[in-house]
C-alpha cells in the first residue's frame, strides 16, 4: 500500500512528471493488494484502519524525494478511490 500511496501523491503533486512508470506502479500495486484482499476479506477492513499511519510514512517520503513544501496532512483519498483501478487524482 505504501508504494500505491507515494505514487498517487506523486501523480497528483507533479503532473509534469507523470509517467507510464508511475501509472504501471500503481496498477500494479493495486492488482497486488487485489489479490491480497480477495483471499483475505477481513483485511479490507484493517486496510481502512492502516491508512492514517502508512499515508503519514510516505508523505514524508514524498517530500523528501520530490523537494516538496507541501503536501496535505491527512489522505486525501478513501481506500477505495485508492483501491479502485480507473481511479487517478
Not at 496535505?72 to 480507473?86: F, G, M, R, V
Request: net charge neutral.
Amino acid at each position: 500500500m505504501k508504494v500505491l500511496l507515494l505514487h498517487l501523491l506523486k501523480w497528483r503533486a507533479q503532473p509534469e512528471r507523470q509517467c507510464g512508470g508511475w501509472r504501471g506502479s500503481i496498477l500494479e500495486s493495486r492488482l497486488q493488494l487485489a489479490d491480497v484482499l480477495d483471499d483475505n476479506p477481513s483485511l479490507r477492513a484493517y486496510s481502512a484502519e492502516c491508512l492514517p499511519g502508512a499515508y503519514s510514512v510516505v508523505r514524508r517520503k514524498a517530500l523528501d524525494e520530490t523537494g516538496l513544501c507541501r503536501l496535505p496532512e491527512a489522505c486525501p483519498w478513501t481506500i477505495e478511490q485508492i483501491l479502485d483501478k480507473d481511479f487517478l487524482p
